[in-house]
């Protein structure tokens, strides 16, 4: 088995579409109507691994877009190259919390997208 991938609740298909997509860089891998109301949109970023099912939050979820890590990170965004991932991100409008920041484990910043969830950008360090 593995993780296909995980729901992120948008309050808006387009709108998940295009920070995803336009913002991060990520592939539209789907985006098929299921209903009037209802669509199967699943975005990946293009170095693999799991991707995201976009979920338009109906009413009673809408108070828990961007609070799905309970406002810590919960996302990790692994790059190879951060200083130009980071350069590109932040010329895409990306709001950083913080300067980047060396650890024992690789260089990271977090970040938070526009509907507030917490991300780290991160570059591991090489084992």
């Known amino acids: 088995m593995k993780l296909a991938f995980l729901s992120f609740l948008v309050p808006d298909y387009d709108a998940g579409i295009a920070f995803f997509v336009d913002v991060l860089g990520f592939d539209l891998i789907e985006d098929t109507p ?3 109301e209802k669509r199967w949109v699943r975005v990946a970023a293009p170095g693999g691994g799991s991707g995201f ?4 939050a109906v009413e009673e979820q809408q108070a828990y877009i961007g609070k799905q890590g309970g406002g810590r990170v919960w996302l990790f965004l692994e790059s190879d190259d951060f200083a130009a991932d980071h350069a ?3 010329a895409n409008g990306v709001k950083f919390c913080e300067a980047p920041r060396h650890e024992p484990y690789g260089t990271v910043a977090v970040f938070e997208d526009p509907f507030g969830n917490r991300w780290d950008l991160i570059e591991f360090k090489a084992s």
């Open 88 to 90: 590109r991100l932040t």
């Open 34 to 36: 299921l209903s009037p």
């Open 53 to 56: 099912l976009l979920a338009r």
